[in-house]
C-alpha cells in the first residue's frame, strides 16, 4: 500500500480492509466534503494531495492541513462528530483509496490496534494545523510559501509539485499577487522553478532554510507519533 497510514496497520487488520479499499483518481479543484456534511467515505491519498480549510461567507478560504501519503481525509467519521466543520478539496490531483466511513468507525470501535493508530495519526492532524495558524500569522508569505511547498512535497514524496500560484494563494488566504511576488524572490534565488503550474524544487535543503520553523516543528510530531516501525 502506499499510503504511509495504512502501512502501518497490523497484518491482520490489514488483511480485513483490503475489500473494503477502492482506488480512486482525485481530481484538482474536487471537493470531497463540504462544513457541515456527513461523510460518506474517508480517503488514504496515494500521490494526491487534500487540503482541509475553513471557508468564510464570503468565500475566503483559510489554511488548516495538508493531507497526503502520510495519513487520511475524514477524521470525524470515526470521532463521533457526525459531521466536519471545515472543507476538503483536493489541491493536486492523484491516486487515493476510498473506504466507507461506517466501515472505518466500525473497524475503530472494534479493533485496539485501530483506534490507536487513528488517534496518533489525529494529534499529528491537529497539531499541524495550530502550527500552521501561527505560521499563517506571524510569519512571511515566502515562509508560509516554502513551508506549503515543502509539506506539499512531503505528501507526494517528490521533488515537484503539480500547483498553480492562484490555488497557493486560495489556500494561504491571500491575494495572487503576494504568492507571485513571492514565487519570483524563490525563483531568483534558485530555490524554485516554477512554469505553467509545475513547481520543482532542486534542493529541498536549502528551501527548509528560508522556511520558518513552522515546517520542521510538523514533521517531528508526525515522525514522533508515527513512526515507521510503530506498534500497537
Known amino acids: ?20 479499499l477502492k482506488h480512486v483518481e ?7 466534503y463540504v462544513s457541515g456534511q456527513a461523510l460518506n467515505y474517508v480517503y488514504f491519498p496515494m500521490g494526491s494531495i487534500v487540503a482541509l480549510h475553513g471557508m468564510s461567507q464570503s468565500g475566503l478560504m483559510s489554511e488548516l492541513a495538508l493531507v497526503g501519503r502520510e495519513g487520511l481525509v475524514g477524521i470525524v467519521s470515526f470521532l463521533g462528530g457526525g459531521s466536519s466543520t471545515n472543507d476538503a478539496v483536493v489541491l493536486s490531483s492523484g491516486p487515493a483509496l476510498r473506504m466507507g466511513a461506517l466501515a472505518l468507525r466500525h473497524e475503530f470501535e472494534s479493533s485496539n490496534a485501530v483506534m490507536y493508530l487513528m488517534l496518533r495519526y489525529t494529534q499529528a492532524l491537529i497539531s499541524q494545523m495550530a502550527q500552521t495558524a501561527l505560521c499563517n500569522q506571524y510569519h ?4 508560509a510559501m516554502s513551508r506549503l511547498l515543502l509539506l506539499g512535497l512531503d505528501c507526494v514524496q517528490s521533488s515537484e509539485l503539480s500547483l498553480t500560484q492562484g490555488w497557493i494563494a486560495q489556500i494561504l488566504g491571500l491575494r495572487r499577487e503576494r504568492v507571485s511576488e513571492a514565487a519570483v524572490r524563490l525563483q531568483r534565488r534558485g530555490l524554485i522553478h516554477y512554469s505553467r503550474g509545475r513547481i520543482v524544487v532542486p534542493d529541498r535543503s536549502a528551501l527548509q532554510h528560508v522556511s520558518c520553523e513552522c515546517y520542521a516543528a510538523i514533521k517531528k510530531e508526525y515522525e514522533r507519533l508515527l513512526p515507521p516501525n510503530w506498534a500497537p
Open 140 to 143: 512571511s508569505v515566502d515562509q
Open 1 to 20: 500500500m502506499n499510503n504511509q497510514l495504512l502501512a502501518l496497520l497490523p497484518a491482520a487488520d490489514k488483511a480485513r480492509w483490503l475489500p473494503l
Open 26 to 32: 482525485l481530481k484538482q479543484g474536487q471537493s470531497l
